[in-house]
């Protein structure tokens, strides 16, 4: 009775170790994730996020049901929480290519000052990101998606393409169709994202940018898109004091920091050593329990 | 089986591939009227590994579920259809173009059409023995000719008699110079993209575009004027628009991401190893 009693304390250990391998391969996943998107344009940096599992309370018990002995808090794991895009501003390179779109947000919010990671954090503690612009897009199936990835393409009949295939919607919430025979290299984009022809007339086409909020409610859908997980969020066009810039001829690069990515594959790696060498103890110290103890 | 190593290996067969694509560059870093070949990358679908409610704890910024992403692919091949160098040559049949226009040549004997812009011709022996004005391929050149019998414009090739030269004007028309005379032989039929995405390169340095989809729409026929800075340069030949500083700087790139890669998937193998080395 008393020896199974100690089995399952040892065996929580196990398991908190196992979920310590599970979080850390998660971990893994997400760093390598963002190193084979190293040179995807307009690609976010996703973090994931680990949390403890909730604190226990432990009881002494056994001791009769009168006088209860707290033995202290403890928690059982730890779980991956959350993968966390980092919507910070990508580098710009150039690539002459004028059907090339590369965004550059820094979206102030009065009273607020956002630091280098995008985020202000208030007196009460509370943090708020920074609102971020987004190229809009439909999806072959119709439904709104946002983007950064400014790799566009002409179609035959003249659409504006992303590089998935989603047509480019204009401020009229319509799919930009550019006029037969009219090209992006004789167009010129004006800073409020109005096409103009080389003779400065306006072709009536303007790139929808929409300003989002909490970019952290987006959810990453792949095909460098990104969609809103529920109903109410809320997007609405970038109004014309916003400091968003859309260049021709120009790609934001991925936002990936490759020195950094190096190190935390090392340390989700290193750390999922230390998780499998734990596992490794807790084996040996059932092993003696099992085999050795009470050997006569 | 351990996601990273997937994604690792799918992104590192991308890379490849973009490897591939500037060697395909380099490689025609002299070959005339050349279109570098540009592609982009972009993240694979995520998907989204499931919480339970009870996962939704306060201090959480994102919506419920872990997205997962599964690596990237390349992707949009297209030709940059950029100016590239112009280099006298002094041949009659070489030609150039100075801004966005093609030329358009006839593949096959059915009309099947293709566009280039390699201007370094020769004149070759059509099917009906006359002398005509061809790629290198022996592809005819489609012009706008003068009929014979009718006199109205029409598409046909130029036809060069025999003891003429060839003297090619800036705007594109062909004249034949004899110590006599001098006589029209038509206009070379130039040709803008508008969708250069259209273009697929095939080769002997060719574009076509797809079946099913109408030239027009692609192509608008243009001639050249000051106005649309665009004119044709006999003598000389356009060199490949590959710049081989850009190319060396994208293979450091790439091959340093594909390191990256790499190493993600040795770390994952590692991984993998201390799973079967749980129980020694």
């Known amino acids: 009775m008393e020896a199974a009693k100690g089995a399952t304390t040892m065996l929580r250990g196990l398991y908190t170790a196992a979920a310590g391998m599970i979080s850390q391969q998660r971990r893994h996943d997400t760093v390598t994730n963002n190193i084979s998107n190293i040179n995807t344009p307009g690609y976010k940096q996703t973090n994931a996020v680990t949390r403890s599992f909730p604190e226990v309370m432990l009881s002494l018990t056994g001791a009769g049901p009168e006088n209860f002995t707290k033995v202290g808090k403890l928690t059982n794991g730890v779980f991956a929480e959350e993968s966390l895009s980092v919507h910070l501003q990508g580098d710009l390179t150039q690539t002459n290519n004028s059907s090339d779109f590369a965004l550059i947000s820094n979206i102030a919010v009065d009273g607020l000052s956002f630091d280098a990671s995008g985020k202000s954090v208030g007196q009460g503690g509370e943090v708020i990101f920074q609102p971020q612009a987004f190229f809009t897009v439909q999806d072959q199936n119709g439904e709104i998606r946002y983007t950064r990835g400014g790799k566009f393409t002409l179609t035959e009949e003249g659409f504006l393409m992303s590089s998935d295939g989603s047509n480019v919607l204009g401020t009229d919430g319509q799919p930009i169709q550019m006029p037969a025979g009219v090209g992006l290299s004789s167009l010129i984009l004006t800073k409020d994202q109005r096409f103009i022809d080389a003779n400065g007339q306006d072709i009536g086409v303007q790139l929808l940018i929409s300003r989002i909020d909490n970019p952290n409610l987006l959810e990453r859908e792949g095909n460098g898109s990104f969609r809103f997980a529920t109903e109410d969020g809320e997007a609405a066009a970038i109004a014309p004091d916003d400091r968003v810039e859309v260049r021709q001829g120009y790609i934001e690069r991925s936002n990936v920091d490759a020195a950094q990515a190096a190190v935390d594959l090392m340390s989700a790696l290193r750390a999922y050593e230390a998780n499998q060498k734990v596992i490794q103890f807790y084996d040996q110290s059932l092993s003696k329990a099992v085999n050795d103890v009470g050997r006569v | ?280």
């Open chain 2, 1 to 280: 089986m351990n996601s990273s190593m997937i994604n690792a290996m799918v992104s590192m067969s991308g890379l490849q591939q973009k490897l591939d694509l500037l060697a395909d560059n380099i490689a025609n870093v002299n070959t005339v009227g050349y279109k570098r070949k540009e592609a982009t990358f972009e993240d694979l679908l995520t998907n989204l590994r499931s919480q339970p409610q009870s996962f939704n704890q306060p201090g959480r910024l994102t919506p419920m579920d872990f997205t997962q992403g599964w690596g990237s692919r390349m992707t949009m091949v297209q030709p940059n259809l950029s100016q590239g160098p112009l280099q006298g040559t002094d041949k009659e049949t070489d030609l150039a173009i100075e801004g966005n226009a093609l030329f358009e040549v006839e593949v096959d004997d059915a009309g099947s059409r293709a566009y280039t812009r390699n201007g370094a011709f020769q004149l070759t022996v059509g099917a009906n023995g006359d002398t005509l004005l061809a790629t290198e391929d022996g592809y005819p050149v489609v012009a706008s000719v003068r009929d014979a019998a009718t006199g109205n414009r029409v598409e046909g090739n130029i036809v060069v008699p025999q003891g003429y030269n060839l003297r090619v004007n800036p705007d594109g028309t062909v004249l034949g110079v004899s110590s006599r005379r001098t006589i029209e032989l038509g206009s070379i039929k130039l040709l803008q993209a508008s969708r250069p995405a259209a273009l697929s390169a095939v080769s002997d340095n060719l574009f076509v575009i797809a079946d099913g989809i109408n030239s027009g729409d692609v192509l608008q026929q243009i001639v050249p004027d000051s106005e649309n800075r665009i004119s044709l340069r006999q003598g000389y030949l356009e060199q490949s628009n590959v710049e081989l500083s850009d190319e060396m700087t994208e293979l450091i790139n790439v091959q340093r991401a594909y390191q990256l890669a790499a190493r993600a998937l040795s770390s994952s193998d590692t991984m993998m190893s201390l799973t079967n080395g749980l129980r020694a």
